[in-house]
């Protein structure tokens, strides 16, 4: 992640082994099931606080998160674990908000206590000593934490979504916020969110369809693929593809959207619009409004199909009934 030694030096041995001891942790977390699971990279967590999964993943405050999930309400880290890997790969906006309103099962009920663990949303700017002074201040949190506090928490955890929307747009369906708040958002019931990070605008959803990207008048431009022996991201064309060992084309990297106006640049010339990070995040550059139009049609989409199970396909139903979603 790119801790400078130079910020290391505000800390002592001991908290320095400590503090390497959790990015490792951070670096290479993965879950145990399925066999061969790819590790996940969240030490962003050094930088701005452990969240629900970064607070699984590290051994001691695993440790305290067993008082809630186990001691207090009833569940187990996979179950818990499960569904925050879930929602940090997907989100909550598909199968977790209803669930979250509720706030009835214990896995629930078990992440919505961490989550409310989290530290405020920041700019990703904490050092190395205001790190480990909050992860000491989460593992208190948790090792305290009684189920007969799970109400208060929750409210606490409300109140602080509430105070990080800045505003709401298409008639008070997409809330725009500074940093992450996708699991309380979902408590209060919203399908999606755009989250504000510096320049750049997050969209969220159950699923943002390239129909979408397309009716704003946006065409593919290039791909941003990691080079992994440099770890440089490079620009390259939309129409390279690379293929697998049967020679099949695979669609690698990030897809890039820009203005129809630059077709046929050189794609070192395009501007980025927007760009492709998962099924159902879209990062736009300095848009917020086609962000929350992104949001908002793809969170009244989401309602249609969960209004009309005929219109769910099969992996959709099954996710449903997994997810809780009623």
Not at 11 to 37: A, C, E, M, T
Not at 42 to 66: E, F, I, N
Not at 105 to 123: C, D, G, K, Y
Not at 165 to 178: A, D, Q, R, Y
């Amino acid at each position: 992640m790119g801790i400078d030694q130079a910020t290391n030096r505000d800390l002592n041995p001991d908290q320095q082994i400590k503090f390497d001891k959790d990015q490792r942790d951070l670096k290479n977390f993965s879950r145990p099931k399925p066999v061969g699971s790819e590790a996940i990279n969240l030490d962003y967590c050094l930088k701005s606080g452990l969240d629900p999964l970064g607070m699984l993943a590290v051994r001691d405050t695993l440790q305290a998160a067993y008082n809630v999930m186990v001691d207090e309400e009833g569940t187990n880290n996979d179950e818990v674990q499960s569904a925050a890997m879930d929602i940090f790969k997907n989100g909550p906006w598909k199968y977790y908000v209803s669930g979250l309103q509720s706030a009835e099962s214990p896995t629930i009920r078990a992440l919505i206590v961490l989550a409310a663990a989290q530290a405020a949303p920041r700019n990703a700017d904490m050092t190395p000593p205001e790190y480990l002074k909050d992860r000491e201040r989460v593992t208190d949190e948790l090792q305290a934490y009684q189920a007969d506090q799970f109400e208060n928490r929750k409210k606490q955890l409300a109140e602080r979504a509430k105070n990080s929307i800045e505003k709401v747009g298409e008639n008070g369906l997409v809330p725009v916020v500074s940093g992450e708040m996708d699991i309380a958002l979902a408590m209060l019931g919203y399908r999606g969110c755009v989250s504000k990070i510096n320049e750049m605008y997050v969209a969220k959803a159950a699923d943002i369809g390239d129909q979408s990207l397309e009716e704003a008048g946006l065409v593919r431009g290039y791909i941003d693929l990691l080079n992994p022996k440099t770890q440089v991201v490079e620009r390259i064309p939309y129409s390279y593809l690379l293929r697998d060992e049967h020679g099949r084309p695979v669609e690698k990297g990030e897809v890039v959207w820009v203005q129809a106006s630059d077709q046929g640049k050189d794609i070192a010339a395009m501007e980025p619009v927007a760009k492709r990070i998962g099924d159902g995040k879209v990062v736009t550059y300095k848009n917020e409004t086609l962000a929350i139009t992104l949001v908002a049609k793809a969170s009244k989409d989401w309602e249609r199909k969960l209004a009309d199970p005929n219109g769910l396909q099969w992996g959709e139903e099954n996710g449903k009934e997994a997810g809780g979603e009623e």
